[in-house]
Every structure is written in C-alpha cells, then in structure tokens.
C-alpha cells in the first residue's frame, strides 16, 4: 500500500495558498453561491464537543463599501486624538475597494465552560483555513487581516458579538491579475518539530 502524499489538489491547494493583500486584487466579483461554498467548507472544521464556535458576517456588494465606511468612522471616533492618523482612516475607508467580499471571522464562544478559549478560537482558525484552501482551489485569491479596530470593543458590539465572544480579523476575498509570489519559510522544517 503506497501512503506518500503525491500531488494531490488538496496537497496543492495548501502548498499554493498565497495571502494576497486586498490592494492586490481587482475588483471582479465572485458570486455569492461560490462564497456560500467556501462557507461550507468552512462548516467542516474540528471542534470539541461540537461547539462549532466559527461564525462570520459576509459583506458583499455595496455592503463592502459601506462597512469600510464603518470601520473607518469607528477609528475616528475611538481613537484618541494625539494617537490618530489620517492616513490610517483613510487606508480602513478604501480597504475593500477591490475585494469582492469580506467575511467578518467571529469566535462565538460555546455553552461548554470546560472546553478552553484558546480551543474556541483554534476551532476558528481550522474553519477559515478550510475556506482559504477552497478559495485558492477555485483562483480566488484571499487575505485575513486584523488590523484597524478589529479587537476594540466597539467592533465587537458593531458586530452583535457577546461578551465572551470575539472578533478575530477580516478575511478578504477577491480576485487578481498579480501573479502570486513563490512560497516559501523562513525556518527549516527541522527546526519546528523533534521525533520523541
């Protein structure tokens, strides 16, 4: 029985999976039954005790925009004055401009007390994972960010959240003509795992 891992398209979505900043993509929409799909795909990430504490807020369309807006004002009127940039409003303002989508990543926390934050918010990250290979499967190009007012109370309020929940970042998804950079590691692999 041959168990090496030949060049699968799982093996190759996740060795191809590029973060590709919303200012490198170009404006063309995906449809809303595609992004339905990778939110499905999502659906599908472990969790423990099957609290499945992923959830996320899709903008698409003119609700893009409208969040970027939003963001932006909430920098504005959160923001102390000796500590506020101009040009960082205006970046949050125009963020989206050429993202099709931006899907809020949001960790509700389960009703299960003894299952750990930290397992909540990992469960999260597996399901953002799984839509980021299903993106690069399918040539969208993704970036999760966390910039900007992302782990301020008021975007977790904005966003509806509870107190124990939270807001983990924004992933953006669009498309691009850039051509995608090699991939690569700064650390050997040797380097971050030992045989006991």
Request: glycine residues 10%.
């Amino acid at each position: 029985m041959d168990t090496t891992i030949s060049a699968t398209s799982v093996e190759q979505a996740i060795t191809s999976r590029r973060s590709v900043k919303p200012t490198s993509m170009n404006g063309r929409k995906i449809a809303d039954e595609t992004v339905q799909q990778l939110l499905q795909l999502a659906d599908w990430a472990p969790t423990h005790g099957y609290t499945e504490p992923w959830y996320f807020t899709i903008y698409s369309g003119e609700k893009v925009p409208g969040f970027c807006a939003d963001h932006a004002e909430m920098y504005r009127q959160h923001t102390p004055a000796d500590k506020y940039v101009p040009g960082n409003y205006d970046k949050m303002k125009s963020q989206g401009d050429l993202a099709s989508h931006i899907v809020a990543i949001c960790m509700k926390r389960g009703s299960n007390p003894k299952i750990p934050v930290i397992e909540e918010v990992a469960a999260v990250a597996c399901a953002v994972e799984n839509m980021w290979l299903g993106a690069t499967a399918l040539n969208i190009a993704g970036y999760w960010g966390s910039g900007g007012m992302t782990f301020h109370p008021a975007m977790k309020e904005y966003l509806g959240l509870g107190e124990e929940d939270q807001v983990l970042g924004f992933f953006y998804l669009g498309y691009t003509d850039e051509p995608l950079s090699a991939g690569r590691r700064v650390k050997p692999l040797g380097d971050k795992f030992k045989w006991a």
